[in-house]
């Protein structure tokens, strides 16, 4: 497992530890459940955008990913499907009535498949040094919509009875 702002900051390489370039976006399949590519624009003078399906990632260690540059995408950027996995960080999740959970402040995801865990919720920096983030897990069903998410209400429970799990999960991810 590793965060989303853990893993957008890693060094991308090939397989000789050559520099690529800089991870610009991470595309997530439509229903929101995988890491579908990554959209990484290279250091030279014409910066040109390529595209890294996840299964184009031949490892992810802590400071650096190698990839198979082999994997690459021609298709155009512009023309490619997919949800930006960052245009959710900060968004406001609420549930059906309403009622505000928190902002979306990260993601976890797996390494080995790309699937997405679930969000890491923060209701404020007081909540956060008082209580600690909240976890949701992705199995949730929500809704997206322009300036939120919508989650279903028994979602203020499963936060609730799981803190002290997901609490623990947090920590050995960060490790």
Known sequence: MIRYSQFSILKIVDRDNVPIGTLKNV???EDNKYI????????KIFRKKIIIPFEGIEDIGKDSMIIN???AE???YKEKKGIKIDCFIDKEVITEKGEFI???KDY????????ISGFIITEGVIEDIINGRSFIPLNISHEV???????????????????????????????
């Open 145 to 175: 919509k322009d300036k939120n998410i919508i989650v279903k209400e028994e979602i203020k429970d499963i936060i609730d009875n799981g803190k002290d799990y997901y609490k623990k999960l947090l920590e050995l991810e960060g490790r």
């Open 69 to 71: 540059l082999n994997r």
């Open 27 to 29: 595309l997530c399949t």
């Open 36 to 43: 579908d590519s990554l959209v990484i624009e290279d250091g």
């Open 74 to 76: 021609k298709e155009d």
């Open 108 to 115: 976890i995801f797996n390494k080995e498949d790309g699937g």
């Open 102 to 104: 928190g902002y979306i």
